[in-house]
C-alpha cells in the first residue's frame, strides 16, 4: 500500500477512505476478469439461490454446486464482514439501526421493519433478474466493460432511485 493510502488509512482510524474502497473495487474486478474470463456480479447468485429452491423464473442452467461460484463469493462477503468486524478495534455488536432518514420511513416493530426489507430486497431480485444484472453489475462490472446497456442501466436506476426516494419521503413528510 502506498504512502498516501497508508496515511489515509492512518487519520481515518480503522475506517477506510471511500476512494481506496472504490480503487479496490476497481483492481479486483480488473484481476477477476482477466484471471477467470468471467465478469463479476452477485445478483445471478441471488437467482441461482432461488433457482435451486425451485423457483422457475430464477433457474438458467442445472450446474452442480461447485460451478455456481457467485454462490461461494455470495457467502463470503458476509463471512469477510464478520472476519473484519471480529478483527477490528471496536469489536463486533448488532446494530439495526440505518440512520433517522430511514427510522422515520420504516415500521418501528423488527419483524414489521425486517418484511418490508425482505420484500424490498424481494423486488430488488426480481427487477435485477429482468435487467440482466443488479445496480452494482451494471454501474460497476458492466461500465468499466463499455458496455452501452449497463450505461443505460445505470442511468435508470440512479434516476429511478432518486425519483423514489424523494417521492417517499414526500408522501411520509420526512424532511432531506
Known amino acids: 500500500m502506498g504512502d498516501a493510502a497508508a496515511g489515509a488509512l492512518q487519520a481515518a482510524g480503522d475506517v ?10 476497481g483492481v479486483f474486478t480488473t484481476l477477476f476478469l482477466w484471471a477467470t474470463g468471467r465478469v463479476l456480479g452477485l445478483s445471478s447468485a441471488y437467482g441461482e439461490a432461488c433457482g435451486a429452491l425451485g423457483v422457475g423464473y430464477f433457474r438458467r442452467t442445472d450446474q452442480g454446486f461447485g460451478q455456481r461460484w457467485r454462490l461461494w463469493f455470495a457467502a463470503g462477503l458476509p463471512l469477510g464482514g464478520a472476519v473484519a468486524a471480529l ?7 448488532v446494530q439495526t439501526s440505518m440512520g433517522t ?3 422515520s420511513m420504516l415500521p418501528a416493530q423488527d419483524a414489521a421493519r425486517a418484511a418490508v426489507l425482505a420484500l424490498g430486497g424481494a ?11 443488479c445496480q452494482s453489475g451494471h454501474s460497476i462490472a458492466g461500465l468499466a466493460l463499455l458496455n452501452p446497456p449497463s450505461l443505460v442501466a445505470s442511468i435508470g436506476f440512479f434516476v429511478g432511485g432518486i425519483v423514489m426516494v424523494q417521492g417517499l419521503f414526500a408522501l411520509s413528510g420526512a424532511t432531506l
Open 16 to 25: 477506510w477512505p471511500g476512494w481506496l474502497g472504490g480503487v479496490a473495487i
Open 87 to 93: 478483527l477490528g478495534a471496536e469489536g463486533w455488536s
Open 101 to 103: 432518514l430511514y427510522e
Open 123 to 133: 423486488c430488488i431480485g426480481v427487477g435485477a433478474r429482468m435487467a440482466g444484472g
